[in-house]
């Protein structure tokens, strides 16, 4: 099977189509979860989207809220946060969507094939022992945009757990 680790190639495609105002990664609103942007997590430090042109089914990417370009900006508790954000998510994506693996990958400046460089964030993608279809199934998914709606909805709820315990701590 050939590589197929290549969503920037995606993002830069769908970047030049769809140019969202203001930053991706700061969706406008305070609340923690927001459909409308697929906004599924918002802490203080870190956000969580459903990526809008996925790369596979379940394509996750978390950032900073803080508008950083590289990963020595950031701080200790950004830090700290991110990776148990990553390892939350890992856990969360094997549980609804019971992938084979993930893809967890960081994409720093233009050259690294990063869609947006100037805003940091990890993308999360599962992946299934039969994927090497999945551009197919991914076109599919694009042209039908409930498919990501509904994915939205089946990882909301736990999010939301994520959230209420963050409130609780
Ligand atoms: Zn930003």
Known sequence: MKTLWTPWRMEHVLGLAEKPEGCLFEPPG????DKQHLLLYRNRRIVVLLNRFPYANGHL????????????DLNSNENRELMTMLSDCSTLLRRRLHPDG??????LGKVAGAGIADH??????PRWQDDHNFMTVC?????IPQHIEMTFDLLRPDFKQLLD???NR
């Open 139 to 143: 076109a599919e998914i694009r042209t």
């Open 120 to 125: 940091l964030h990890f993308h999360i993608v």
């Open 102 to 107: 993930l893809n967890i990958g960081l994409n």
């Open 165 to 167: 315990k963050e409130q």
């Open 30 to 33: 305070t609340h923690g979860q």
């Open 61 to 72: 990417l978390v950032a900073p809220r803080r508008h950083l370009a590289d990963i020595t």
